[in-house]
């Protein structure tokens, strides 16, 4: 979609500049329409828009998309990618617009829907990271068993070379090869009525659907991944090795790795919460700055896309005392991001109005931050970024800092008043 510098490169009507499910063109509310029209035509001569034009031309919901997005006439018009927060490319983010334009078209068929879907939750699955990888390949064919090398032209023997019995394929190796049934039979879980199937994906998606299964002993359970894995092992040992592992030996095998590698993961796990409990311990409340140093909290309250927002900022110094605070509602905007990046304009502009030339801002919005310490990595709101800094550039010295949403709550319970108690009307207190 178009990003708006300076709108001479973009046609209102012809280009994609607005953005819902999928970039679009805007909706015209005129029943005729000036096709050259250019989106310049929309800016004024202050280098905002004209919003009294945006509403003659456009529906309430397409003026709050593009006014969330101030245009930069010092910049050309340029293309971003539309389907990340800050508007580069990613090959997650280009995979996920070809899966849903796919499923839209009705392109994939339900089976292949099915599978992807089984082997999305195979990285939910509470497993080491190679195991996690192992079913993946299991589900997609591509385990070095006879059928997958037949396939890929190798010209080898087709049948089990453990059991004879079976052309040797994915679901066959673990499953219902002789030595996959001796585990399955001697693990303490239920193995379908009828047998396993010689399907891999249903088999895969019964024995992994026993792990929610409450009322089954939970040592034996959550050691499933594991036992698959086991399989895998034991069966490239008979044949690679000739090692013949006795099945309570495999089963042993997985409870034991299951157990170790659970009891690491939930230590590191409580590890990781004590550092983040005390991390955020240090922050909890606000702190005062340094000796001689302005301290400014802020913060925008934003619902939705369709209501008023509200924005407040404080002002304190070393000594906890407040200079001057601040709220004013604005306009709708497309989202949280655009909103607080504008709150963070607007306080600027007001601190530099009150002749306050340095000063540390905190904000709890961390896509805001790292959008002004990585400007160029978040093309989608460079127009409100190169005001921002523009500003900065005026003032001097001002610096940027992550608060928690407790160290924050001044600021926040002012702009939520706004929002939730309908005070609209703005006010600058010293």
């Known amino acids: 979609m178009k990003s708006i510098g300076d709108g001479e490169d973009t046609s209102i009507w012809a280009d994609k500049w607005i953005k819902d499910d999928f970039p679009r063109r805007p909706i015209n509310k005129e029943l005729m329409m000036d096709l050259n029209l250019r989106v310049s035509s929309l800016i004024t001569s202050q280098g905002g828009w004209n919003l009294n034009r945006l509403k003659e031309l456009f529906p309430p919901c397409d003026v709050t998309q593009i006014s969330s997005f101030p245009p930069v006439p010092t910049l050309k018009d340029r293309f971003v990618w539309a389907y990340t927060k800050d508007g580069r490319y990613s090959v997650k983010s280009g995979n996920w617009v070809l899966g849903r334009e796919a499923t839209a078209m009705e392109l994939v068929p339900e089976n292949i829907q099915s599978l992807n879907k ?3 939750t195979i990285w939910s699955i509470i497993t080491a990271p190679k195991i996690k990888l192992f079913l993946w390949r299991a589900l997609s064919g591509a385990l070095a068993v006879a059928e997958c090398l037949r396939n890929h032209g190798l010209n080898i023997q087709p049948m089990c070379a453990i059991c004879n019995r079976g052309e040797e394929t994915v679901s066959h190796v673990l499953f219902t ?6 585990v399955w039979s001697g693990f303490n879980v239920p193995v379908p009525s009828q047998g396993f199937s010689n399907s891999v994906s249903q088999n895969l998606e019964y024995v992994l659907g026993l792990i929610g299964k409450t009322e089954l002993d939970p040592r ?4 499933i991944p594991w036992l698959l894995w086991e399989i895998w092992k034991a069966r490239n040992s008979v ?3 000739a090692r013949n592992p006795d099945h309570h030996f495999v089963i042993a095998t997985a409870l034991e790795e299951a157990e170790e590698w659970l009891q690491q993961n939930q230590q590191i796990s409580q590890e990781r919460e004590w550092d983040s409990r005390n991390r955020s311990r240090v922050h909890r409340f606000w702190t005062k700055p340094a000796i001689g140093v302005l301290k400014c909290n802020l913060h925008s309250s934003w619902i939705n896309e369709d209501s008023f927002c509200g924005g407040a900022w404080i002002i304190r110094t070393h000594t906890g005392d407040a200079l001057f605070h601040a709220r004013d509602a604005f306009l709708p905007f497309f989202n949280r991001i655009a909103a607080e990046l504008h709150c963070i304009l607007w306080t600027l502009q007001s601190l530099h109005d009150l002749h306050i030339s340095s ?9 805001a931050i790292s959008g002004l310490e990585n400007p160029h990595e978040w093309p989608k709101y ?3 970024l190169g005001r921002i800094l523009q500003v900065v550039r005026v003032m001097g010295e001002v610096s940027f800092k992550l608060s928690s949403p407790k160290a924050n709550s001044l600021a926040r319970e002012i702009a939520c ?3 939730r108690d309908g005070r609209l009307t703005s006010y600058l207190a010293l």
């Open 239 to 241: 044949l690679y090795s």
């Open 177 to 182: 090869c002789s030595m996959a049934a001796k």
């Open 359 to 367: 000063c540390e801002v905190w904000t709890d919005c961390a896509a």
């Open 118 to 120: 089984l082997k999305e």
């Open 417 to 419: 008043s706004v929002t």
């Open 220 to 223: 034996f359970r959550s050691a």
């Open 382 to 384: 460079r127009s409100i």
